[in-house]
């Protein structure tokens, strides 16, 4: 029987979603658990996609097949009262044998929060500590040319050797918060995202807020297709894989 599950989590103590030589990953702790609610046959989880080290999630979808005859509900609370804190299963529900989490994915929402404002230390670990002023109209405007598809080779990860690097960008929004005006969030909705692209780009917008970019450089840093012409890395702590849609 197959399941998928939309899972939280906080990244800032694991080595990133995916299992890795070095392990303590998001999915070696996922698929202990359902190893064993599965009666100790191994359960192998798939995911939307990959999160970095250091990123969180609210809403990444998982889709994983079990032996065990278990209800939605009654697998939600065993893998809960199993799973570290900094892990949680929002929902699960039954799907058809032929879904699949990633394949099926018809978007993607990913989320950046910055601070401008004093140092937090309580909050280093799940919001970027700019603490310095930023010119977010500006940043705002630079936004809007990232939307629509386009080829982004030159907010892809140096080393990310593909055919194709094209993909679209059906929504982006800068959004103020209104209880702390020093507080910003940077949104992206989208058919699909390349390695380190969402930081990429968030580390141009954010030198675009200092003055050491126009808004209209983007134009001319996404025609260059050279990861060279574009901005800083941002760093991992401040993203968020927000929500996944599907077909």
């Not at 999160?51 to 278990?70: M, S």
């Not at 982004?152 to 194709?164: I, V």
Request: with cysteine; glycine share 8%; net charge positive.
């Amino acid at each position: 029987m197959r399941f998928l599950a939309t899972i939280a989590y906080d990244g800032s103590k694991y080595n990133g979603y995916q299992k890795q030589v070095h392990g303590n990953t998001i999915q070696d702790k996922l698929e202990a658990v359902l190893t064993g609610i599965n009666g100790g046959e191994k359960v192998i989880v798939s995911a939307s996609g990959r999160t970095d080290a250091g990123v969180h999630a609210y809403g990444q979808k998982i889709h994983f097949d079990l032996v065990t005859k278990i209800t939605p509900e009654g697998l939600k609370k065993a893998m809960n009262s199993l799973l570290p804190g900094d892990i949680y299963v929002r929902d699960v529900n039954k799907v058809n044998d032929d879904f699949h989490a990633r394949y099926n994915v018809s978007a993607k929402e990913y989320v950046y929060k910055i601070n401008m404002g004093e140092y937090d230390p309580i909050m280093k670990d799940y919001v970027y500590q700019y603490n310095k002023k930023l010119d977010v109209v500006e940043m705002e405007r630079a936004l809007k040319y990232i939307e629509g598809t386009h080829d982004f080779k030159s907010f892809t990860a140096g080393d990310d050797e593909r055919s194709d690097y094209t993909r679209t960008i059906i929504q982006t929004n800068l959004i103020r918060d209104l209880k702390n005006v020093n507080m910003i969030t940077i949104s992206f909705l989208g058919t699909g995202f390349l390695r380190y692209m969402v930081r990429n780009i968030v580390g141009t917008l954010i030198q675009i807020g200092e003055g050491k970019y126009k808004s209209t450089d983007i134009i001319d840093i996404l025609n260059a297709k050279d990861r060279r012409k574009a901005g800083i890395c941002a760093d991992p702590c401040g993203l968020y894989l927000k929500d996944v849609f599907y077909r």
